[in-house]
């Protein structure tokens, strides 16, 4: 699979990551230190904790990245999750935004292990 591919696989805009990047070099290693990272789980962890903030951080991390990297798809639903626990008490039904960015995540990885094998 191409990395073009990959992207669409992934509901990311290549094109725009490339114009910022400029190879596919970068934006393969970029993507790699993304998965890496993790802070899908750290978010996962401090909202466990009740860390509202601390979830809240992670999630305003993963819209910056996300935007960053041409990641549309976990950029949108990043920014609505950062939105619901900006105010440091988030409503009843946020779990659903967890969920959407959770998956979102699980899709980049899958894309980019599929990518690299």
Do not use: W
């Amino acid at each position: 699979m191409d990395l073009k591919k990959c992207y669409e696989e992934l509901g990311g805009n290549y094109e725009d990551v490339y114009l910022r990047l400029m190879s596919d070099e970068r934006i393969e290693r970029f993507l790699r230190k993304f998965v890496e990272m993790d802070d899908c789980g750290a978010m996962q962890k401090a909202l466990e904790a009740k860390d509202y903030h601390g979830a809240f951080l992670k999630a305003h991390d993963l819209k910056g990245t996300s935007s960053g990297l041409g990641l549309t798809r976990l950029y949108n639903s990043s920014s609505l999750l950062c939105e619901e626990l900006r105010s440091g008490t988030p409503s009843d039904d946020y779990q659903k935004l967890v969920d959407e960015v959770v998956k979102d995540c699980g899709d980049i990885r899958a894309a980019v292990k599929k990518y690299s094998e």
